[in-house]
Nanobody, 124 residues
């Protein structure tokens, strides 16, 4: 059974930092591309960062480029999202997702497995 479990969300002041983690089980983690999505109230779910199976290729959306960094540790079956210089507009539920034997894609419909989400709230 595939499980993705996010952790690390919480409440932080603007300008602060958080690191999200997503631990995978029940999969051969190293053959999955991984993505971090977020969904704010009343908005569509959007891809903000993704990483290929080996960690050699990454994508960051314009809205987070230069502030957020995705990385992975295949030995620990974990993908991370380091979030710096947080802004109130970063407030959302953050989800990790896995795409089997795939490269980096932006569409949420191309991902096979999802975590339950973790809330990130940035106060001004």
């Amino acid at each position: 059974q595939v499980q993705l479990v996010e952790s690390g969300g919480g409440l932080v002041q603007a300008g602060g930092s958080l690191r999200l983690s997503c631990a995978a089980s029940g999969v051969t983690f190293s053959v999955y591309a991984m993505g971090w999505f977020r969904q704010a109230p009343g908005k569509e779910r959007e891809l903000i960062a993704a990483i290929n199976w080996s960690g050699t290729g990454t994508y960051h959306s314009d809205s987070v480029k230069g502030r957020f960094t995705i990385s992975r540790d295949n030995a620990k079956n974990t993908v991370y999202l380091q979030m710096n210089s947080l802004k109130p507009e970063d407030t959302a539920v953050y989800y990790c997702a896995a795409r089997h034997l795939g490269g980096i894609v932006r569409s949420q419909y191309e991902y096979d497995h999802w975590g339950q989400g973790t809330q990130v709230t940035v106060s001004s």
